[in-house]
């Protein structure tokens, strides 16, 4: 098993995109954050919750994670090196194992990197904009329990969209369709769940589907009127996440390469 | 002695390499890939298929217009115009007989916002004092009951002199507001059914502002003077998703000197009297409920004679009526799919040739790489728009008929037919707005020559967007439908929008800030620069 999450650690530091992926999903998370944080102020929006603000750029960042996950598995496909890679490593599983690990490993470090960027941008930009102690709203620290929930949890967010994003690509096997049922996944649903004109089930969809269920990590005031708890909703994407890794891996195993 | 060499030569006549033989090779690779036609034809059936399902679930909104736990108005209020719309008839109105033809001619001496304004929590900007579209003039009507047909010219608080009649038609006068010193003399004019409308500065000089034919205008119409002050209504939406309301009835007043008559008006004596129901609060907020939100009561609409004077107090409002909520719009945001669809199988079309080294014959056989970019732009585009054209029809229609057996009913929703000007304009422009998508799409697997990054850059522009608008406050979301290529789904509007109702407009309520063309227009250009970029980046790059 080491010497296969060597190789896999080896495969994704030297593929080209991956560097330059990190970066943009640091970049955009931490920028949108920030952006947001700058824009959205007191008269206007004083009811938001600050910490959930400042983690804005989650929704964006998620995307170039997405891609960074998919590419580490279907670049395998467009290239072939799946062949060369199973004929090292025949037991199928353990690589989709190691292939998680290592890509979690990276996407968390990176994770906490553009989180806590997206927090001290909020605790910098958001008194600024009437967030102010005088307003009732606290200094973003994580010393308050509520906001290091929400920012560990993004950062377990990201994970579990990376994950999603694997088992999506070992299931499909390219790039482009694996991508676009993820953010398809992630990005489709939110818009419906705010404006569809149903109670029943835009409280369904809030519940249930992997963007705002898993989003709900990042709530800090009004736990009580959301749809789905916090670590609950957490839980809902790594069912997602779940039941795409065992396609992935069940159809990896079946599967002529 | 030397012996020439004649090179070889083939014996066949070499081929064409116009831009009909590339425009075919292209063709032939899009339609030989068995994957792509499927993802394609999926494309369609999702654009198809997921609206008519979001209408299916789209609950039933009798009898109160609410959307998002937020009450426009009781439906009780809404009457149905001349042509079957929804309209607002609601207003003061000092009238009287008239019997044929004749005459009325007023000298507005002021028109101002009077009573309580409607209460507004802190967190908006107060109302204004006189509502712009507060307005006062002449009618001519065929009677009391609203919903009516009507013309009236009138002076408003903000917008000139203007000529309305049956609720949707405004005819834009002279300009300028009134004072005392400079009073405004409105005169209406009826001939048989033709009612001109004329406005002067000093009572001498008139300039005709419209002249109009009511159908169904009897012979004994109700004519006199009116005001009207539209609701005050304020929307916000915060961040996280949600929307706040707020607002309520206004009045005002205006003092009208000079009333000369002229024709035939048998009964000689003025009757005041509120057409339509007395405005009550309209909007219910989702963060005060009912009367916690504060809003006055209406003070009760009046009028004084004195002399030649006539003070008049009124509120309500003589115009179409638009709701909140489209629900034909919501049921279309299920096309979404369908275009996530498109962008995928777009960006392949181009990024597959890099992916297998295809790009490589490709140029050689055709060396102006502009033209290849245009040729597949050509192919894309077409087949695109052909595949969404057929989803949007079949979806437009089932939508609309499950949507109408749900309760979403005229007059307040309309049941547009396929061939209606709002069925051709959705149709025709989600087909166009895919097509123009998947052209993005293929731009940007040019520059990346990457499907994963294409497909996740092109959803980053088109999509997202629509997520911020959502989530963001008034401003950026606004911001964001105004300037993305999300602007485009702008077409996918079916509430008419009348410059001479002031509604508030916000992203959460899925209003755009720009109209149907307009949108598209943005998203038009965001592709035009991004098929430059391509075509500059594979004629300067090695394949």
Redesign the interface.
Known sequence: MRHTLHAEWTKLRTAPGTAMLLAASIVLTAGASALAAAIVACPGSCTADTTRLSLTGVMLGQATVATLAVLAMSSEYSTGMIRVTLAAMPRRPALLAAKAAVLTGVVLVAGTIAVGASLLAGRVLEPGNGFTTANGFASLSLAHGPTLRAAAGSVLYLALVALLSLGAATALRDSAAAITVVLGLLYVFPILGDVVLNPVWQHRIERWTPMNAGLAIQATRNLGTLPVGPWAGLGVLAAWTAVALLAGGLLLRLRDA | MTATITPYRSAQQSGHDGFAQLLRAEWTKFRTMRGWIIAMLAAAAATALAPTA?AG???S?DPEVC?HGLCQVESSTVATGPDGEAVSDSFYFVHQPLAGNGSLTVAVGSLRGTGLPPFVPR?FSPAPRTQPWAKAGILVKAGTRPGSPYAAIMVTASHGVRMQYDFTHDIAGPAGSVRAASPRWLRLTRAGDTLTGYSSADGRHWTRVGTVHLAGLPATAQAGLFVASPDYTVD?Q????GDQGAGGPTQATAVFGSVTRRGDWPAGAWTGGHVGPVGQPAKVSVTCNGSACGSAPPKPDRFRQSAGTFTVAGSGDIAPFEPI?D?LQ?AL??T??GV??V??VA??YI?GEY?RGMIRTTLAASPRRGRVIAAKAIVIGSVTFVAGLAGAAVAFVFAERKLTALGWAPPVWHDWSLTSQVGVRVVVGTAALMAVTALLALAAGVITR????A??AV??LV??P??GA???????AAWLLRYTPAAAFSLQTSTLRYPQVSTSCIP?H?CYPLTPWAGFAVMCAWVVLALGMAAYLLHRRDA
């Open positions: 979001l679930i789209a609950k909104n959307a967190k916000t915060s961040f996280g998703g909520v629900p919501v945001y299920g979404l799919f996530i669809a962008i995928a960006a392949v990024t992916r990457r499907s994963a990054g497909v996740t959803i980053g999509i997202v629509l997520v959502v989530v963001l406050p008034t401003a950026p959460y899925g």
